[in-house]
């Protein structure tokens, strides 16, 4: 499954940058990785806490596992 149309080479995203300004996380569930959507909501406050920015808060594409620096932090 594709999950980004960044290429990495011509066009970088956060993750592709040195150093890397995005990460992905993964939540445990009895020590295996679950992806559901829900899953990531207390994500979500903990990156509003911490002025970092979440994949599950971008209007045109949630990508829950994606953390970011706020653009204007860099």
């Not at 980004?4 to 592709?16: A, E, F, Q, R, W």
């Not at 679950?34 to 971008?58: D, H, I, N, Q, T």
């Given at each position: 499954?594709?999950?980004?149309?960044?290429?990495?080479?011509?066009?970088?995203?956060?993750?592709?940058r040195a150093p890397s300004l995005a990460l992905d996380v993964a939540v445990l569930n009895g020590g295996k990785a679950?992806?559901?959507?829900?899953?990531?909501?207390?994500?979500?406050?903990?990156?509003?806490?911490?002025?970092?920015?979440?994949?599950?808060?971008?209007e045109k594409w949630h990508d829950p596992p994606h953390i970011e620096l706020p653009r204007d932090a860099v």
């Open positions: 499954k594709i999950l980004t149309n960044i290429n990495g080479v011509t066009k970088l995203s956060m993750h592709n679950v992806w559901m959507e829900a899953e990531f909501y207390p994500l979500l406050a903990l990156c509003r806490e911490f002025e970092l920015v979440s994949g599950l808060s971008w």
